[in-house]
């Protein structure tokens, strides 16, 4: 039982892995950079619900719709305040100043909210008891997969199916191209950054659901667990994503349960290092050589 | 005869270097205009100064009379001005039917871009037979067909092509040069950026030099294939 326990605890953290791996993944493939505050617009999020539900009493509803409400106009504004300026500058400013923009909303948060660990209220409680009650799943966890498969299904829709998010695979392909074909490609980034954002903030109340605990730099963390489960699956592949995120949220449960709790996060790498070695572009990366 | 592009004294930098130097060309509604010249003498930077590409240093690029050079980039095209560009730019990843509609995004007609789908796949066949591959693993050839594909599906009432024979088989080189005097007939004016400067000038009302940043010569196709400079120059003779 404790191998199935273990399991679902490792799919349900995967989940949430996965809906930030999905939002680092679409903006690496359209902007090609790795927007490393991704994991603090996460915080951000949660920091909403906890003042909506925790402080307020709102219903967890409209705590969630306000987090996605905030963390998606943060993301357009970051991107049209930091990112956007530098289109035409090199990689190493753009990924210095992603690291400030982390920074920034990090300090920020302490400024205006403290730097004490504070106690998250769940949107969700209890736990569903299957197997005489020998196998326990709580309510969160099972919110966190079926939300991941929602956005999974709904990403791969939207981009494969919509006039907008083929624009979004024109434009991560070839910005240039794209642009001839009367695409507005700062629009397009834009877009990505807010959908990128927006999904932050489900991430980040359900992270904080399951472990309620908030800081500051609650999101550092998983954000660059996040970014490893992308560059797993492939990064700028949104299956790719996907499969990263519920496949390292195994990885690390089971390395918790059966090597060591501090290891973790190395065994965890280590087998992300494995994967590169044999395939480079991740499990799902695509390679199609350009003919010239 | 009426002008449809208007070129005036066009200045491009790329950093300290001055890539075009006031250049002006005109191309009048109805023609095929070439503009030849060797490697680096800067026949791309027009073009891609033209689609907003690369940004302008001075000089005015005026479309059906209207600044392109003032104009946000994305909105050329639906202006009726298409680029296919150097190395095709064709989405990879996309299948063909996909990047043919891509060409047609700004587009709001429904039926009549169903309509011009099926043109285009009539046109070239072979695009029809991969319909559903990725653009990615079709041949050079036919990649530079989906190119020229694509941007027919956008209506254009300009077609700029850049180098559309490089990397071809003779064979297939004969092929495009006869789409495009196909297109040009069909009332799509035409401005050619070749290499094989033969091919360019054999099918243009007129043509442009252009050396180092600067036009050094121009006139019609015809008379150019026989001036001996341009022939010691660019035809090999
Ligand atoms: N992005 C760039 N940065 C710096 N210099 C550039 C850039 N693009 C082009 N150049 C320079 O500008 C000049 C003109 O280049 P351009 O590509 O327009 O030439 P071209 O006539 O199209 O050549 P080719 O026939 O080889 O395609 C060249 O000297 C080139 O090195
Ligand atoms: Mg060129």
Redesign the interface.
Same mark, same amino acid.
């Given at each position: 039982m404790s191998f199935l326990s273990n399991i679902l605890t490792g799919v349900s953290l995967g989940s949430i892995y996965a809906i930030i791996a999905l939002g680092y993944t679409m903006v690496y493939g359209i902007a090609k950079m790795l927007n490393f505050a991704h994991g603090d617009v996460i915080m951000v999020g949660a920091f909403m619900c906890f003042f909506a539900t925790g402080r307020y009493g709102l219903p967890p509803l409209v705590s969630v719709l306000l987090a996605v409400v905030v963390c998606t106009a943060l993301g357009i504004l970051i991107e049209g305040l930091a990112y956007k300026p530098l289109r035409e500058a090199p990689s190493l400013a753009v990924l210095i100043t992603a690291i400030g923009v982390s920074y920034l909303l990090q300090n920020g948060a302490q400024l205006l909210w403290g730097a004490d660990t504070k106690t998250f209220t769940p949107i969700v409680s209890g736990s569903l008891s299957l197997v005489e009650g020998r196998l326990n799943i709580s309510y969160v966890s099972l919110l966190a997969m079926a939300c991941c498969l929602v956005v999974m299904v709904c990403l791969t829709l939207f981009t494969s199916r919509t +006039?907008m998010g083929? &624009?979004m +695979?024109?434009c991560s392909?070839?910005k240039?191209? &794209?642009?001839? #074909?009367?695409?507005?490609?700062n629009s397009t980034i834009s877009m990505t950054f807010a959908i990128g954002s927006a999904l932050a903030a489900v991430a980040g109340v359900l992270m904080c659901s399951a472990y309620p605990v908030l800081s500051p730099t609650t999101g550092s963390l998983p954000g660059i667990r996040a970014f490893t489960a992308a560059v797993f699956g492939g990064i700028g592949s949104i299956p790719g994503a996907f499969l990263g995120g519920i496949l390292l949220g195994i990885i690390e449960t089971f390395a918790k349960a059966y090597i060591s709790t501090d290891l973790s996060d190395a065994v965890v790498f280590a087998v992300l290092i494995i994967v590169l070695l044999v395939k480079p572009a991740g499990l799902l990366g695509?390679y199609? $050589?350009? /003919?010239? | 005869m009426k002008e449809i592009l208007k070129v005036t004294d066009l200045n491009v930098n790329y950093g300290a270097i001055h890539a075009i130097h006031g250049v002006s060309l005109t191309v009048n509604e109805g023609e095929i205009v070439s503009l030849i010249g060797a490697n680096g003498a800067g026949k791309t930077t027009i073009l891609h100064t033209i @689609?907003?590409?690369t940004k302008a240093a001075g000089g005015s690029v005026l479309f059906g009379g209207t600044e392109l050079l003032a104009t946000? $980039? %994305? /909105?050329?095209? &639906?202006m009726g001005m298409? %680029?296919v $560009?150097e190395?095709r %730019?064709?989405? &990879?990843? #996309?299948t063909v039917t996909?990047n043919l509609? #891509?060409?047609a995004?700004?587009r709001k007609d429904k039926d009549q871009i169903e309509k011009d789908l099926a043109d285009v796949l009539r046109r070239f066949p072979r695009l029809k037979e991969r319909s559903r591959q990725?653009a990615? @693993?079709?041949?050079?050839g036919e990649?530079q067909m989906l190119a020229v594909g +694509?941007a027919l599906m956008?209506h254009p009432r300009i077609l700029l092509l850049d180098e559309p024979s490089m990397?071809l088989s003779p064979l297939l080189v004969k092929e495009i040069f006869t789409t495009i005097e196909d297109v040009n007939r069909e009332g799509v004016t035409i401005l050619l950026v070749e290499q094989n400067a033969k091919m360019a000038l054999s099918i243009a009302s007129r043509a442009y030099v252009l050396e180092t940043g600067s036009v050094v010569m121009e006139g019609e196709g015809k008379a150019m294939l026989r001036d001996d400079n341009v022939r010691k120059a660019y035809l090999g003779a």
């Open positions: +006039r083929k &624009a +695979r024109a392909e070839d240039g191209a &794209a642009q001839l #074909m009367g695409i507005n490609v695509k199609v $050589p350009e /003919k010239v | @689609t907003g590409l946000e $980039p %994305h /909105k050329i095209v &639906a298409a %680029h $560009p190395g %730019h064709v989405f &990879a990843q #996309m996909e509609e #891509m060409g995004y700004f990725l990615g @693993t079709l041949s050079g990649q +694509r956008s990397g």
